[in-house]
């Protein structure tokens, strides 16, 4: 099932759900944190590396999965701070994107494993 999809197909389902998810929790939280906002911005430049990474643009696919990394890093602490208030919405939320993100970052990965395997042949 998960060979079906393209890098560039599964980094957009991660930017666009960084973009609707995060945006959905920082309109609902209380008190909104401009660093809520992290995951949305990371979505938009996500979206709009998209169609290099499409293209297979090698340097603009590398600038992607350091975003993908980066904010992979960057949900562990709003994870544990959502799991630490029991606020399970909210740990449901960011478990969300961090699946989608480490499945964008499974297939870059397997997407350059590939192309190495293909250059040496």
């Known amino acids: ?5 393209k890098p560039y197909q599964l980094s957009a389902f991660n930017a666009v759900s960084l973009i609707l998810i995060g945006g959905f929790g920082y309109l609902q939280s209380e008190t909104p944190s401009p660093t809520a906002l992290i995951p949305v911005v990371i979505g938009l430049i996500l ?3 998209n169609p ?5 643009n090698k340097v603009v696919a590398h ?8 904010i992979l890093f960057g949900l562990i602490m709003p994870l544990n701070a959502a799991i630490g208030r029991s606020d ?13 993100t480490v499945l964008a970052i499974v ?14 042949q």
């Not at 099932?1 to 999809?5: A, D």
């Not at 290099?52 to 297979?56: I, L, N």
């Not at 919405?89 to 699946?99: D, K």
């Open 52 to 56: 290099g990474v499409k293209k297979e």
């Open 1 to 5: 099932m998960f060979k079906q999809f």
């Open 107 to 120: 297939s870059f990965v397997k997407s350059f494993i590939e192309a190495r395997k293909n250059k040496n």
């Open 47 to 49: 979206l709009v590396l």
């Open 63 to 70: 600038i992607a999965v350091l975003l993908t990394l980066v």
């Open 88 to 100: 399970n919405f909210a740990a449901l939320r960011v478990l969300f994107m961090l699946l989608t």
